[in-house]
């Protein structure tokens, strides 16, 4: 049967842990604004992550700085002292992911890092998954809508994670997917052949647009993944387990800040 077009699915599998987020966005976004009117800037996100309700500022203000008043210096360290407690206490950074029964791939997950690294060998194969920090849609940024916006770009109705995936051959060439995964299945995106030869800054020729494929063959690529364990379940844990490494990260960048601010 031909592979049908990509249908976003309910994303119950995963609404647990959607649920789980949504008070710690708010905190965030709560403390992304008090950190910045303790450091006397105008109100803005700072955390790389451009919050909704909240407008984005890459670490600066246009506002002149106050240099001497140390009382400022205090307040945005208790405010941020006050957050890692918040975070301590509420987040999952602690949580320990169990590792599904007959997970193929061996993790690489170093700190300080929003990526995590899968890799595993399938008969002569190379395989390795890039896995990047899940889009969360916690149902309420989504039915939000600005005045000023005039994008027409349909908003996205469940959470997703996205993926690099990779095969190499013990020649060197390789496949390269880039794919979403939603709860109920996994999207491709785009699929390239990565030869050892090219010159990465030479514009080679990627191929068609991967949904412009026949439907076959589509689906053909979408078993070849499936068969070397890029499949719902397997993403699925990835989803927790990103959304605990964010907890994690989180904590860890909060505790540079603190000691940026004290030094």
Not at 1 to 17: D, G, H, Q
Not at 135 to 140: A, I, N, S, Y
Request: with cysteine; proline share 4%.
């Amino acid at each position: 049967m031909a592979f049908r077009a990509v249908i976003r699915k309910s994303a119950s599998t995963l609404a647990p842990l959607v649920g789980r987020v949504v008070s710690r966005v708010e905190a965030r976004r709560s403390f992304c604004s008090a950190i910045l009117t303790a450091a006397g800037g105008r109100r803005g996100c700072i955390c790389g992550r451009g919050h909704a309700g909240v407008s984005h500022l890459c670490g600066y203000s246009t506002a002149p700085v106050v240099s001497n008043k140390p009382a400022a210096g205090e307040s945005l360290l208790r405010i941020i002292e006050d957050e890692i407690k918040t975070s301590q206490e509420n987040d999952d950074h602690d949580q320990v992911e169990d590792v599904p029964a007959g997970f193929p791939f061996e993790i690489e997950d170093k700190l300080g890092q929003q990526t995590l690294t899968l890799t595993r060998q399938y008969e002569g194969e190379h395989v390795k998954v890039e896995v990047h920090m899940p889009d969360l849609v916690t149902g309420e940024e989504n039915d939000v809508q600005d005045d000023d916006d005039d994008d027409d770009t349909e908003r996205p109705t469940q959470s997703s994670l996205p993926l690099v995936v990779t095969v190499t051959k013990k020649s060197g060439i390789s496949l390269e997917f880039s794919c979403v995964a939603f709860a109920d299945e996994i999207a491709i995106d785009s699929l390239s052949v990565k030869k050892p030869e090219n010159n990465s800054e030479e514009m080679v020729y990627d191929g068609p647009n991967f949904h412009d494929l026949d439907e076959n063959l589509k689906n053909a690529f979408h078993k070849y993944l499936d068969i070397r364990g890029i499949k719902p379940n397997t993403t699925n844990f990835l989803h927790e387990y990103m959304i605990n490494k964010d907890s994690r990260e989180y904590l860890g960048w909060l505790n540079d800040l603190k000691k940026f601010v004290q030094a």
